[in-house]
Antibody
Framework: EVRLVESGGGLVQPGGSLRLSCRAS????????MNWVRQAPGKGLEWISY????????KYPDSVRGRFTISRDDAKNSLYLQLNSLRVEDTAMYFC???????????????????WGQGTLVTVSS | ETVLTQSPATLSLSPGERATLSCRAS??????LAWYQQKPGQAPRLLIY???TRATGIPTRFSGSGSGTDFTLTISSLEAEDFAVYYC?????????FGGGTKVEVK
């Protein structure tokens, strides 16, 4: 069974830092691209980072570039997100999500999120 | 950035009725669009990708169509477990973006 379990969220003051972790099991973690997606309370979904298998390509949207850093440790089946210079507007549930590798015809696909963790809540407040 | 606009914001329907949800992109994304379902307190679930391909285990009452800038998710006959929020997501252009969601509620 595929499982993704996030941890590391909590209450932090504006300007502070947190490191989120996502532990994967039930699949070959090293084979998959991974993403972080967040959801502010009562709001929609926002993609915030992507890392390829092997970690060679990393992408962020403008809203977090320069403040957030995604990384992975395939030996530990783990994905990480370092959050720095946190702002009140970063308050959200943070989900890690695995990318689908192949479609039903066996062709490679990209950037569709087929398994998600339950999320870890980050609250930025003074 | 490719903005995805979903309509309507809320759809009030009864079980057994047909639901039609729309997602419009601010620029063309080819067929690179997915739909997700999210229930309260849960993570999103992938329903449809590449505009019309059902993900593993998704019932046939869910279908997707469209290409370019206009996409539709159709639920042919609503069941009790289908009342939820639905999001579209594009992967045609960076950054990846999601629509604002359509809530399907019980009438």
């Amino acid at each position: 069974e595929v499982r993704l379990v996030e941890s590391g969220g909590g209450l932090v003051q504006p300007g502070g830092s947190l490191r989120l972790s996502c532990r994967a099991s039930g699949f070959t973690f090293a084979d998959h691209q991974m993403n972080w997606v967040r959801q502010a309370p009562g709001k929609g979904l926002e993609w915030i980072s992507y890392i390829t298998s092997g970690g060679g390509i990393i992408k962020y949207p403008d809203s977090v570039r320069g403040r957030f850093t995604i990384s992975r440790d395939d030996a530990k089946n783990s994905l990480y997100l370092q959050l720095n210079s946190l702002r009140v507007e970063d308050t959200a549930m943070y989900f890690c999500a695995r990318e689908l590798l192949y479609n039903i015809g066996g062709q490679r696909v990209w950037h569709y999120l087929d398994y998600w963790g339950q999320g870890t809540l980050v609250t930025v407040s003074s | 950035e490719t903005v995805l606009t979903q309509s309507p914001a809320t759809l009030s329907l009864s079980p057994g009725e047909r639901a039609t949800l729309s997602c419009r992109a601010s620029q063309g994304v080819s067929y690179y669009l997915a739909w997700y379902q999210q229930k309260p307190g849960q993570a999103p679930r992938l329903l449809i990708y590449d505009a019309s391909t059902r993900a593993t285990g998704i019932p046939t009452r869910f279908s997707g169509s469209g290409s370019g800038t206009d996409f539709t998710l159709t639920i042919s006959s609503l069941e009790a477990e289908d009342f939820a929020v639905y999001y579209c997501q594009q992967r045609g252009n960076w950054p990846l973006t999601f629509g604002g969601g359509t809530k399907v509620e019980v009438k």
